[in-house]
């Protein structure tokens, strides 16, 4: 019985680990995902953050004025709109981030993506350390035939979100100073209670 405990105390250990190094981006912060008065203003909202495998980006816009489309890196430079990888129209859309390499997003309607509406990141892995994030038409051209969940997005539910598997809760950025002072002191904690078990 004493094993059981154990494991699933570690096993909970494990699970906080990952929530709380995960970070919720809410997409352009207070001016939400909407065809922006500068057409560099998505490129310069993700300058200096760092994504990473777990967070999540959350996309919220009017209905039926807005959508998001996972796109290539092709589409993504010409706004090519025709055949996105994921297509997601009700909101808020949330993406978890789950591979590493770029990412390409854009609004399909109208020219929203022609004059600005467009989103470029690059993810790195969970525990990689942080750095400037390139803004638009950075990064490599993900694979052919790539599928949404090649693409770095989890395909949406009926609503047009994704939900991190097991989450249950968020956490808010910070900025990477903060969240690495707050992961540095959670990580002391989990080794110790680890230690403790075994």
């Known amino acids: 019985m004493?094993?059981?405990?154990?494991?699933?105390t570690f096993m909970?250990?494990?699970f906080a680990a990952v929530v709380v190094f995960a970070e919720d981006y809410d997409v352009g912060d207070d001016t939400e995902w909407t065809r922006p008065m500068d057409p560099e203003f998505y490129t310069t909202w993700a300058?200096?953050?760092t994504f990473r495998?777990?967070?999540e980006l959350e996309f919220d816009f009017a209905a039926g004025r807005h959508d998001v489309a996972v796109v290539t890196q092709d589409a993504f430079e010409n706004c090519e709109k025709e055949k996105p990888i994921s297509h997601m129209t009700v909101p808020p859309v949330k993406i978890m981030l789950n591979t590493t390499g770029p990412q390409y997003f854009i609004c399909t309607v109208g020219d929203h993506c022609r004059f600005g509406q467009k989103l470029s990141i690059t993810v790195?892995?969970?525990?990689?350390g942080g750095g400037a994030t390139?803004?638009?038409g950075g990064g490599a051209t993900p694979a052919p035939g790539s599928t949404p969940s090649a693409g770095g997005t989890t395909p949406p539910t009926a609503g047009g979100t994704t939900t991190p598997s097991g989450s249950s809760g968020t956490t808010t950025p910070a900025g990477n100073a903060a969240s690495s002072l707050g992961g540095a002191t959670f990580?002391?904690?989990f080794v110790s209670a680890v230690v403790a078990l075994f």
Not at 2 to 8: D, I, L, N, S, W
Not at 124 to 128: E, L, S
């Open 47 to 49: 300058t200096g953050k």
């Open 53 to 55: 495998v777990g967070d």
């Open 134 to 136: 390139p803004g638009a």
């Open 12 to 14: 909970v250990l494990v």
């Open 124 to 128: 790195v892995g969970a525990g990689a």
């Open 2 to 8: 004493a094993g059981v405990f154990k494991t699933v």
């Open 187 to 189: 990580l002391v904690a």
